[in-house]
């Protein structure tokens, strides 16, 4: 029997590959095939692009609350098709029922925000300096928004970028991550269910280098937003900024979960047991790196090595409370080795874990590591954790400091004025006391500093990123001129 084909959504309407090509997308978990998506071109791109591009005219508009009836729309086609998103989720990113629940039910919270933000959403009036004088600040979409997401949360992370880009007035032209074109298809379903006008939203496939690399240097692109790994957004930085186009990067992070000297070592090992491996430490925000005080040092690590022990890993559609599914390809699992391998060349221990199967990696406790490791340096995009112990308070905000990235952080204690400072000391656009790193809302302002990105989306936040500030002036009085000077009046 044939496999279902995928095919470009351009100008409301699923369009074949204009190479005719298709590639194979297999399931994670056991190598399956579960369909053939098109292999998108530069033409198609471009196809797409144009198409925003021309429809942004008409879109943009539409009075705030037509377009928030549109998104009122996808919130009540999306939650038709929850079930099926939720089998999806699983069936080609390996996430456990857990996870892709609760990105479903995260994706509902970020589509009704933009659907009501979308008439709430402000400009200013000025006191100016002339007499006689209004002074009006207007919040404009910036135009055709290009969206590129990763593969972790496929729907989530690329509906906040769409909804909210939309509800303001972009159109946007949308690439999903190669590893879950599933869930973009079904984006762009969603799309058409809700009768969004033709062109507004337009979703091509293909690779970063191709179909990616079109919408970041195209003339017809306003805005680029791209969450993934930051030697892909300082590349899509540079070429963005050759045309002076605006972006918005969500990129890695090596987030520092920091557990004090009074804090209870068994919540602590339980906490940062789901810190660190949940979707199998598959997060931006994930817990990469446990630093303990050296005072709760052995009580912690022998119970967050008890906890992970007994993680549930398989096959996440034969279980709903499996713990643990694969990783998202054979790719990764040798990412992971990779790390593995030089943190053992230097002189690290595992604790727990290690062993491989098939895209299976069991979630993998290392000590006595140093700075200089791999693991200490890069984003650990998998489920291998080192423990650090400090003696003090500032010994663990140097070694959170200690590499390029800045997105997440937290830590655990019963010590508020200890907690504050810590937070206050350590480099994150984001920080969280007494909970995991992975904390997220659908108004917050979501993002990193340093290597971890630039700009903040989630709310208002996301309507900031997609619009700039016109200034408008309306002169109440007739003014004189300082020139040409022989005139008197």
């Known amino acids: 029997m044939p496999l279902p084909r995928l095919d470009h959504f351009i100008n409301g309407e699923f369009v074949k590959p204009s190479s005719g090509e298709y590639r194979i997308k297999r399931s994670p978990i056991d190598d399956s095939p579960l369909t053939e998506v098109a292999a998108g071109s530069r033409e198609d791109a471009r196809a797409a692009i144009d198409a925003a591009y021309d429809a942004l005219k008409n879109w943009s508009r539409l009075t705030p609350i037509k377009r928030s009836e549109y998104l009122y729309k996808m919130l009540e086609e999306f939650r038709k098709m929850e079930d099926e998103f939720i089998k999806v989720l699983i069936e080609e990113g390996g996430g456990i029922y857990k996870k892709a629940w609760g990105e479903v039910v995260f ?38 928004v290009g969206v590129i997401t990763p593969w972790n949360y496929p729907l989530s992370i690329s509906m906040k970028k769409i909804a909210h880009a939309l509800a303001i007035g972009n159109t946007v032209v949308y690439k999903p991550a190669s590893d879950t074109p599933i869930t973009g298809y079904m984006i762009a379903q969603l799309a058409q269910r809700a009768g969004l006008p033709k062109g507004v939203l337009n979703v091509v496939f293909g690779s970063g280098g191709v179909v990616g690399d079109e919408i970041v ?27 002076l186009k605006t972006v918005t990067l969500e990129l890695g992070g090596s987030d520092p979960l920091i557990i004090l000297d ?80 030089d943190a053992l060349d230097h002189g690290a221990q595992v604790l727990f874990g290690s062993d491989v199967k098939g895209n299976y990696f069991t979630p993998t406790i290392l000590t006595n590591v140093d700075l200089n490791m791999r693991v200490m340096k890069e984003e650990v995009f998998g489920p291998i954790r080192p423990v650090i112990v400090v003696d003090d308070d ?15 952080g937290a830590v655990i204690t019963k010590d508020i004025n200890r907690a504050l400072n810590i937070a206050e000391n350590v480099e994150s656009g984001m920080f969280h006391i007494n909970d ?21 989306e989630g709310g208002e936040y996301s309507f900031h990123e997609n619009t700039f500030d016109r200034w408008l002036t309306i002169t109440l009085r007739t003014r004189r001129f300082p020139i040409p000077s022989t005139l008197k009046s």
């Not at 500032?394 to 997440?408: P, V």
């Open 107 to 144: 994706t509902e919270r970020l589509i009704q925000n933009a659907a009501e933000m979308a008439r709430h959403y402000e400009g200013k009036v000025l006191n100016s300096d002339s007499e006689a004088t209004i002074s009006l600040v207007f919040k404009k979409p910036k135009g055709v």
């Open 436 to 456: 995991v790193t992975f904390l997220e809302e659908s108004h917050v302002p979501f993002g990193g500093i340093k290597a971890s990105g630039m700009g903040r």
């Open 262 to 341: 009074d804090a209870d070592p068994d919540y602590a090992a339980r906490l940062a047991v789901f810190a660190a491996f949940f979707h199998q430490g598959q997060i931006c925000t994930a817990a990469k790196r446990i630093i303990v005080h050296r005072g709760i040092a052995d009580k912690f690590i022998q119970k967050f090595v008890e906890y992970t022990r007994i993680l549930r890993i398989g096959d996440p559609r034969a279980d709903k409370n499996m713990d643990q599914g694969p990783l998202i390809n054979h790719n990764q699992v040798e990412t992971m080795q990779g790390f593995l391998k």
């Open 394 to 408: 500032q010994q663990a905000i140097e070694i959170a400091n200690s590499n390029d990235y800045g997105l997440s």
């Open 217 to 243: 240097v195209s003339k017809r692109v306003s805005h680029i937003t791209f969450t993934g790994e930051s030697a892909t957004g300082r590349e899509i930085a540079s070429k963005a900024g050759g045309s």
